[in-house]
């Protein structure tokens, strides 16, 4: 599915399974609505699915890997070769996402959608060695933009075809937090110093050099906040496209798929910015620590369930969201409702 296909294929959630998931948590023997956004991220996926009887249990981590040219402007703490040591990582249960699908019974989709080395081992969905750095020219063409994104779309397909349930969306790309800096500045309309940080960690003057080679990469290449794929190729970075595909190709296949921190979100926006309708196929799990986090995911019109002071990316946080939901799913599986256990006299109270 090319990206104007998947775009007109989004359709809105089935209001009725929200209904009657909704009716379900209504009459389970709890005080009304007291697990808060357990229960409503159960009726929004309820929504998706088209069903009240929702399905959970194969779940998928895409960890979209590439680097970024703007690297050799000293943006980051350390080199671009950590993406690459990182994304092989993930294959051995040695990185912190890893280690958490371990755990959440979820598997890893590790792709390398724009490294600048080749790995043997992680998926190869290559559409360029890293992008070009944004400081000197645009960080890629609106082709190659287009292309990542499509990256995406395939691949949520893909795993809805392979029968998963929900997609947690994750990134390993050195230099990620300057690309989505700089796309969150344009398509939000906010000052480069308020949506900047120190990414992976920067000194006071890295921060100063990093927020200073984004307001010149805007300042040269203009990109026009009303055309996102604009944004993308002038200042954004192949992860962000490939995760943008990630939304809209899930909301295109009915798929639940979960923000992780900044960068996540950042393509959040972007999905949103193509096709508004594709944010009710999207759900929020925490809130990085990073200075926009908060900002995108409101800008996306999502408020967070978990707030841990988290900013790793991979995917850390959505993993952490998958336990609750699976809670969630139990409970309204298995959990009494009010005329089983005969309690007649509740007044539910709003
Ligand atoms: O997701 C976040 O909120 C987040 C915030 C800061 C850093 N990161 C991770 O750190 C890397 C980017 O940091 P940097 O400083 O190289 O731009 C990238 O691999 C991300 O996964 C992720
Ligand atoms: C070691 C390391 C691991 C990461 N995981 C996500 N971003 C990262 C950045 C670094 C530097």
Redo the contacts with the bound molecule.
């Keep these: 599915m090319n990206l104007e296909e998947c775009l007109k294929q989004i359709q809105p959630l089935d209001q009725e399974a929200g209904r009657a998931c909704e009716k379900r948590w209504d009459s389970i023997a709890k005080p009304l609505k007291s697990l808060g956004k357990l229960e409503s991220s159960l009726i929004q996926i309820a929504g998706i699915q088209g069903t009240e009887r929702i399905k959970l249990a194969k779940k998928a981590l895409v960890v979209m890997c590439a680097d970024n040219g703007v690297v050799a402007e000293g943006v ?2 350390t080199g671009q070769e950590v993406t690459a040591i990182v994304a092989e990582n993930f294959l051995d249960v040695k990185s912190c996402a890893a280690i958490m699908c371990k755990d959440t019974g979820t598997d890893i989709f590790p792709i390398d959608i724009g490294m600048a080395t080749d790995t043997p081992r992680v998926e190869k969905r290559k559409i360029a060695y890293g992008t070009k750095n944004m400081a000197v020219e645009p960080a890629m063409t609106r082709e190659e933009a287009v292309r990542g994104i499509e990256v995406g779309i395939t691949l949520a397909c893909e795993l809805k075809e392979k029968g998963y349930h929900i997609i947690a969306t994750g ?8 690309t989505s800096s700089a796309v969150a500045s344009v398509l939000m309309g906010k000052p480069v110093e308020e949506v900047t940080g120190k ?4 000194t006071r003057e890295g921060l100063e050099r990093k927020i200073h080679v984004i307001r010149e990469a805007v300042r040269k290449h203009q990109p026009d906040p009303e055309d996102p794929v604009d944004v993308l190729a002038k200042v954004g970075g192949l992860d962000l496209a490939g995760l943008t595909g990630i939304y809209l190709g899930g909301a295109a296949c009915r798929m639940p798929v979960v923000v ?5 979100g950042v393509a959040a926006l972007l999905a949103v910015k193509l096709c508004p309708q594709a944010e009710d196929y999207i759900l929020a799990s925490h809130v ?1 620590k ?1 200075p926009a ?1 908060a900002m995108v995911l409101e800008e996306v019109g999502k408020s967070p369930s978990l707030m841990c002071d988290m ?4 995917g850390t946080g959505a993993v952490a969201f998958f336990p609750l939901l699976d809670m969630s799913l139990h409970i309204y599986e298995k959990m009494s409702t009010f005329s089983q256990i005969e309690i007649e006299d509740y007044v539910p109270l709003e």
Excluded at 171 to 178: R, V
Excluded at 260 to 264: A, M
Excluded at 311 to 314: D, P, R
């Design positions: 980051t703490q990134e390993m790309g050195i230099g990620n937090t300057t990414g992976a960690g920067l992780d921190g900044f960068i996540s990085s990073e986090g900013c790793l990316g991979e």
